[in-house]
C-alpha cells in the first residue's frame, strides 16, 4: 500500500473521528433541545435518546482509531505480526459495542412510550432502523472475527516460514 494512500484513508479517517467529536459536542444536544422546543412531549425521551447517540458515535470513533493505526501497519508492511491482532481485536469490541448500543436503543423504544407529532412514523423509522442496525452491526462484527481469524494463521504461517528460512 504507498504512503500516498495511506495518508489520504488515514486524514478522512482522522475527518471522520474529529465530525464523530463535533457530532457529540455541538450536533446531537442541539438537534435533540431543538427537536423537544418544537414538541414539548419529546423532553422525556430526549436524555435517553442523546445518551445512545453520543455512546454509538464513540463506538465509531473507536473504530476509526483502529482503522487508522491496521492502516498505518498495512504502509509499514507490518501487517502480519501479532499486534495486529490486538488493533483487530479493537475493531471487533467497538462494532459489538455498537451492536449493543442499537440493540439497547430497539429494545427501548419497543417498549418506551415516545409521543409522536403526528402518525407515529417517526417512532416506527426509529424502531426498524435501530433494528436494522443491530443486525447489520452483528453481520459486520462476524465479518471483521472472520478476518481476524484469517489474519491469526497468516501470522502463524509467516512465522513457520521464517523459521524454515
Do not use: H, K
Not at 58 to 83: P, Y
Not at 127 to 136: D, E, I, K
Amino acid at each position: 500500500m504507498t504512503r500516498a494512500l495511506v495518508f489520504f484513508l488515514q486524514t478522512l479517517l482522522a475527518i471522520a473521528f474529529l465530525s464523530g467529536l463535533f457530532a457529540q459536542v455541538v450536533v446531537i444536544p442541539t438537534t435533540a433541545a431543538d427537536e423537544a422546543g418544537l414538541f414539548p412531549p419529546y423532553e422525556s425521551v430526549r436524555v435517553p435518546l442523546v445518551v445512545f447517540a453520543i455512546v454509538f458515535v464513540a463506538c465509531l470513533q473507536v473504530l476509526a482509531v483502529s482503522l487508522g493505526v491496521m492502516l498505518q501497519r498495512a504502509g509499514d508492511d507490518t501487517v502480519f505480526e501479532s499486534r495486529s491482532v490486538t488493533w483487530t481485536n479493537i475493531a471487533i469490541g467497538a462494532i459489538t459495542a455498537g451492536a449493543v448500543v442499537m440493540a439497547a436503543l430497539f429494545v427501548y423504544v419497543t417498549f418506551a412510550d415516545i409521543p409522536s407529532p403526528a402518525d407515529g412514523m417517526e417512532v416506527l423509522g426509529l424502531w426498524m432502523g435501530s433494528g436494522a442496525g443491530t443486525v447489520a452491526a452483528v453481520g459486520v462484527a462476524l465479518l471483521v472475527y472472520l478476518g481476524r481469524r484469517w489474519l491469526g494463521q497468516a501470522i502463524a504461517q509467516r512465522a513457520e516460514l521464517e523459521q524454515v528460512v
